[in-house]
Each structure stands twice: as structure tokens, then as C-alpha cells.
């Protein structure tokens, strides 16, 4: 321990209430570190240094907390709630650490059979409680300190327990609940719902009080609350399912976007309340099935919106298996990818039978939707764009035979007009999809749709090195078998082509130099963009492809393997994408700022990535940027040396 705490009071301070208050919690405070002192020179104490790290953080934060009690106006509100956390963190860690070391005695096992340092750490647990018990005394006797400094006068209980919590404005906050209690929304006239609501409000307060931010994330409950269809009651399943509560305030306070959408489709409270939100998305043929039911009327924009709104609630179903750990996030990215690529389809389909209505059908000619990026790669997160080329097989000049006859440029670019404004609809979440048609032959200044016999050519004569490595994650998601195997036979073909290694290596190193200076990572935990990233492993894997020819498969999971394989990687390059890819998922949900997680969220993360500790998470995550800079900097150096 490192602390010498001490209370700088104001000359105007009244006698007797901060001073006193503040050299009491000091005074715990010291004892807590002398106490944890103690324990630290034990034998066997090598074995709690998890316990010792969160020690270590909540007096840090307390001994931030004294020094601000002489002037707690200037102590902002993620300082408090952060010591709430610290807090909450280390209790769950002394429960961990208590049943750890009461194992051998609970299983009755022989001592000889466990080390010892274990059997040393065993002797330690009669030290545990009074430090424990030092650390609630001075959690309580500080949240105290500052709600009486930050509310003089306040005498309410419930107002009182708010503040204590670390609501910023705990008087609001208590006018909420009170209409809760009174009846109001209409769905708590039931008495019922309204002492399953009493019951619930202690342990309610005190999990949102664990959030970033609890203000808001009672609004939005209160929101949720106040939108409740009629005849479903939420309070008593809260109340009946312990772990509903805690997967319904879990979604509020850690995933705020994606908890609107249970105030923008208030039906999903229904399938959260039965578990069926947690339910896998249906196989392919039956989701686009299901989606092309919802299209059928003469309302064009109608029919797209229910298309909409369904892909978002499957949305809201695979971010609420992400944060209750039902699927591995790798498989959530799966998921994404083919949720997208069935309401793709759909739209698509209903997009033709419109054009086919007025300008019929282009003769020995179909629509092929070619997707690259993230999307032909097949894993997205919830919030990605989709990259994709439109193209037409046939002869581009060959006339629609409709009423109104178009030829094929000008049919299929309405098409694909029509398609990336019916996936970009616009729902009370935003944009269901950005589509982005950047990666179409000659760019901005190409058609929107061209002909695969044009797209063949251009790669071939015009395209450059960043547009051939786009193609190793090209794959056709629209169009007959028949026309996707003709494309995937061409995309194979491009890939194939004989190539200048080193020119193509000198042309990559330029591209990634040209990208760090564009657009540099916005934090250090921009997963794609950080040096180590998914951006770095996406060239070295990209540079084999293309330059070795091996691995070249849509898949960067399936392409790592196969250079893992063939001995390009150090087998460590499939654990270190792996881990990238499950951050980027995760953070994209719970974290999108790039920049390092709050404490508040940061166990959450953690165990959606498959980890017990933040500081796990953190440490794979440096390794896996370590292992990925290696294997960049070997792949430039092999391509240096094959090219002589």
C-alpha cells in the first residue's frame, strides 16, 4: 500500500462535520492498509495478488475520495461511482479468493495433496474478514461523507440512498421512482407489480448505481417502463427471475444503444421477459423466408420498414447473447453476417419483382451482388457497414422487355439504387445498413452496377494492388449458382495472376504507411487501426495471398490456418486474430470510443471475450498485437528476400 491520505478542509468549514468526518474515513482507511500490510508479508500471500490488485485500486480511490471531501463539488461523478465500482469489484474478488482457499478443507482432500503455498494461502483466511470488513466500514462511511457534503439537509431515505450511489441528481431520480410507486405508467395500477416493484428498489438502486451512468440509465428504464404494452408486466418476472434483472439492467448500464431498441420496439420486452430474444437466428432459408413474408403489399417503403424493423430486433437479440455469454463472439460476427446477407436478399428480390413490373426482365441477363470487406469475409459486428459491388451478367446493351424498356446500364443501376436505399432505411435506431459501393470498378466515377465482363476487364488492365487485396474477400452473396460460380471463377482467376512480389509488397507498405497518416488510430483500443491491429494482419495475410498464393479464401480465419499451414505464421497468428476479432465485436457493442473502457464496463468486456479478469483480457490483447507486428514485419522480410 501507498497511501498517506489527509483532509485539507476549507478555514470556513464548519467545525466538527467535513474535518471529522474526513479524518474518520482516513483513519479507516490506514487501517485497512495496515492491515493489508500485514497480510502481505504471510506466507503464502503470493497467492492473492489478484485480491492485492483491487486493494490496491479501491484505497486509491478512497484516498481520491478523502482528499476530495474538502471540496466535494470539484469531485466529479465518474471519481465516485468509479470507488462504487472498486468497491463492488473487490468484494466479488474476496468471495472468488475465500472460496478458492476453503477448498481443501470442503473436499476433505489429504494437505499432502496440495501445495504449499496453498496450503499456506489456506492459513490466511482468518485475516480476510477484517479487511473486508475495513474496506464496506469505509465504503459506507465515505458515500456518507459526500452525500452530506454534496446534499446538506437531505433527510429523505430514499433520496438519501440515491445520492449514496452517486446519481447526480438523486432529488429527480427519487420523483421517478415515486411515480413508479404511485402507479404511474398506468401498468403499475396493478397491486401485484407494485410490490414486486417495492421489493425490487433496493437492489435496483444499487446495481444502476454501479453503472457510468446512473442518471441515464434510469431514464431509459423509465422510458421502457413507460412504453409497456398493454398487459405485460415487468416487474414481477423482474422479481420471480432474479437473473432477469440483472440481464435487463446489465443491457441498460453497459449497452445503452442497444437497449433503445426495447423503446423502439416495445414488443421485444415480451421476448426478453420468455428468453426467446436469447434464441439463435433460424437457419438462413427459413430467416429469409420469414422476411420475405413481411413484403407483399402495394406500400413499397411499408413493406421495407417491417423488413427493417425485424433484422433490428434480431439485432437486439444477438447483442443481448453477447452480454449474457451464450455464444462464443466469433459466432455472434457469423450471425451478423448472415442476418445481413438474408435481408440483402430479400430486399433484392422484391427490388426486381417491382422493376420487372413496369420495365419486365433483361433478357439472358441476371443481378450478382459481389461482397467484400468484412462482409465477404463473413464476420460482421453489429454495426458495420457492408461493402459490395452490383453487377449483371449479359451484354450491357441488351434492352429490357417491359412496357417501359431500359438497356442494362441503365436497369441495373436503377436496381441498385433502389437496393442500397431500401438496406439504408431509415428506423427509430438510424440506418439499418450503410452500404458502401466504393469498391466498384473505377470508384466514385464508375456505374453503380456494371457488367461482370467490364468488372473482369477492369481487373485485369486498371485496377491497383489495394483493389486486388480487397478481392481476397470477395464472395458473391445474390444470384443464381450458376452466375455466382462464373464470378467466383473470375475473382479466382485475378488472384491467380502472376504477380511482381516486391512490387506488390513496396505497393502494400505504401498503403498502410498512406493509411496510419489518414486516418491514425483514434485510441489505444481502436482494434483495427492500433499498430498490431486487425488492419496490420489483414496486409500480412493479404501479402501471402497475393504474393505466395496461399490461403486465398474469403475467410481470414480459414486463410490464417491455411499459412499457419504452409509455415508463413507462427501458429500464435490464430489465437492473435482470434483475440482482435473478439474485441472488435465486443467494443463495438459495449465500448465504441476507442479509448480505454471505463472501470464500470471493463468486467464485462472482459467476460464477453471469454475472460474472468480485465487485466487477462488486457494482457492477451497486448500479446496478440505483439504476435501480429512480428508476423508483419517477417512477411516484408520474406517477400524482401524471395524477390531477391
Known sequence: MRHDPHIRVSADAPTGTAADRGAGSAGTLRDLERRCLDLRIQPGAERLDALFARLDDFTARAADMIDGLADPATVPAPLRRGFDVAHAELVATFADVERLLALPAKLGIATARFSDGMLAAT????????????????????????????????????????????????????????????????????????????????????????????????????????????????????????????SLLGLIGHAPALSRHLIAQTALIRRLIDSSALAPLPPPADLEAALGHLIGTDDRQADHLRVARAIDAHRFGLGLRLLERTADPLDIAAAHCCLAEAGLRTIADDVLARMQERHGTVPGSELVILALGRFGGGTLTGYSDLDIVYLFTGDSQTQSDGRKPLDANEYYGRVAQQITAAMSTVTTMGPLYAIDTRLRPWGAKGLLACSVESFERYHLENAWTWEHMALTRARPVYGSDAARKAVKAIVRRQLRQPRDGKAVLLDAIKMRRDIARHKPPQGPFDVKMVPGGLVDLEFAVHMNQLGRQVGIHPHLRTAIRAQVGAGLFDPMMIGAHETLSRLLVVLRLLSPHSQEPAPEQRAMIARACGHDHWERLETEYGAARVVVQESWQATVAQAMMADG
Not at 209 to 215: I, L, S, V
Not at 228 to 241: E, N, R, T, V, Y
Open 123 to 246: 492459513a490466511l483466511m482468518a485475516m480476510l474478514a477484517p479487511v473486508r470488513d475495513d474496506a464496506s466500514r469505509l465504503h459506507r462511511s465515505l458515500s456518507q461523507d459526500m452525500r452530506t457534503l454534496l446534499y446538506p439537509g437531505l433527510s429523505d431515505p430514499l433520496e438519501a440512498r440515491l445520492a449514496d450511489g452517486g446519481f447526480a441528481d438523486p432529488i429527480g431520480a427519487a420523483r421517478r421512482l415515486r411515480e413508479w410507486q404511485a402507479g404511474e405508467p398506468c401498468a403499475l395500477y396493478d397491486p401485484a407489480e407494485r410490490g414486486a416493484l417495492d421489493a425490487l428498489l433496493p437492489g435496483m438502486i444499487e446495481r444502476l448505481a454501479q453503472f457510468q451512468d446512473p442518471d441515464a440509465a434510469l431514464a431509459t428504464l423509465d422510458e421502457i417502463v413507460g412504453r409497456l404494452p398493454d398487459g405485460i408486466a415487468l416487474f414481477s418476472p423482474l422479481q420471480a427471475k432474479p437473473a432477469l434483472m440483472t
